[in-house]
């Protein structure tokens, strides 16, 4: 392939999002590192994001809790002190100076969680009173039992939207260009939003539309507080991580890109549906394109994709962006390897979870400089 390609390659073609000029389409995808020691981000993570800076890149945070009953796992970064607002301004900082585009992960795992992780030793909150089975997690460990969650109460779900609320606020302080809200993968927003875990008769539960009240009443809050412009929201309809699955998936998917035109959100984030169980890509019938015709913004998608994968869907306008977690962990300067055909490193999925500072974090090496552009 000349050298010409990276003019070419349809992942590296520019595209305005919003107030953005982005300068292409390869967008690091939020990813857990739990490098972040006592939740609080910590100046190794300088490194980690700036290495994986463009000028005119995206770049999502891993997720960051909005509370101090949002965590469940080891050494997740939170957002919602003065302390980790100042934590994470050196980091924004950094990647801002390398003029990157920079949106922070707002997370509440919800019933993902164990005593130890909340105030008290209290039980998680969620949707439902229906505890997790114990069951390996994403990051490939075994889980600790869950701890059984308590269903919350109705008068309490607006103090839950609010912590989101203040959480993209202290974003905005921090620095960040926006937030993008978790709303995938069988964390709390999941777990109202899924017919097979969320079980309420409130006004919360039961059809699709009250399902999804929580989910958007959050969005309108942080609209609210931030400005559409500055927000996106991350969805897995199809997918089934843990146990939250819905009997009816593409209905969910639509019914959410819809909803959230309503409030025009600058973008929607999409898990293909492919990947329905973490790392195991299988066969479907079922793709993306019902919500990507639905949503108005800027549309990405993720869920295992290749080079290959990434220019076909840019090219056939299936999606705007394409987000790549595993191999920009693994390859910090991926769009430039993309533009020039290069060979991938390999990731080191033993060190995707580990606390070490370097070894699978910030070592992973770069093309040589002398390799022609």
């Given amino acids: 392939m000349g050298s010409n390609d990276e003019n070419v390659i349809p992942l590296l073609t520019p595209y305005k999002m919003g107030n953005f000029h982005l300068s292409h389409r390869v967008v690091l995808a939020p990813m857990a590192r739990q490098r972040s020691y006592g939740h609080v981000p910590q100046p190794h993570a300088i490194l980690y994001y700036s290495q994986r800076t463009t000028k005119g890149g995206l770049l999502i945070t891993e997720a960051s809790g909005v509370s101090d009953t949002s965590q469940g796992y080891t050494d997740t970064p939170g957002i919602w002190t003065k302390e980790h607002v100042e934590a994470w301004k050196p980091i924004v900082d950094a ?205 990405i998608a993720a869920g295992g994709y290749t080079r290959e994968d990434g220019n076909k869907a840019i090219a056939e306008n299936y999606a705007d962006l394409v987000a790549y977690g595993r191999w920009f962990l693994a390859n910090p300067d991926l769009p430039r390897r993309f533009g020039l055909n290069a060979p991938l490193n390999k990731y080191d999925r033993e060190a995707f979870y580990t606390s070490d500072p370097v070894h699978g974090y910030v070592d992973y090496p770069f093309l040589e400089s002398s390799t022609s552009v």
């Fill in 95 to 299: 990647v801002h100076a390398k003029g990157g585009i920079f949106f922070c992960q707002i997370i509440h795992c919800g019933r993902v969680s164990s005593y130890g992780f909340q105030p008290n030793g209290q039980a998680p909150i969620s949707s439902t009173d229906k505890g997790l089975t114990p069951q390996i997690q994403s990051n490939g460990m075994v889980a600790e039992d869950f701890s059984p969650p308590r269903r919350l109460k109705t008068e309490e779900i607006p103090d839950v939207v609010n912590d989101f609320r203040i959480a993209s606020r202290n974003a905005i302080e921090a620095g960040f260009d926006g937030v993008e809200i978790h709303g995938a993968h069988g964390y709390l927003i999941d777990q109202f939003m899924k017919d097979h875990v969320n079980d309420r008769t409130d006004r919360y539960g039961g059809t699709l539309e009250n399902r999804c009240r929580f989910p958007l009443e959050i969005v309108e809050a942080v609209v609210n507080e931030i400005g559409a412009d500055r927000v996106g929201m991350r969805l897995s309809p199809f997918a089934a991580y843990m146990e939250s699955g819905d009997s009816n998936p593409e209905a969910l998917g639509v019914y959410m890109a819809e909803s959230l035109n309503k409030y025009g959100i600058l973008y929607c984030h999409m898990i293909e549906p492919r990947m329905k169980l973490v790392g195991e890509k299988f066969e479907t019938p079922h793709s993306l394109l019902p919500m990507r015709k639905a949503f108005k913004g800027t549309f």
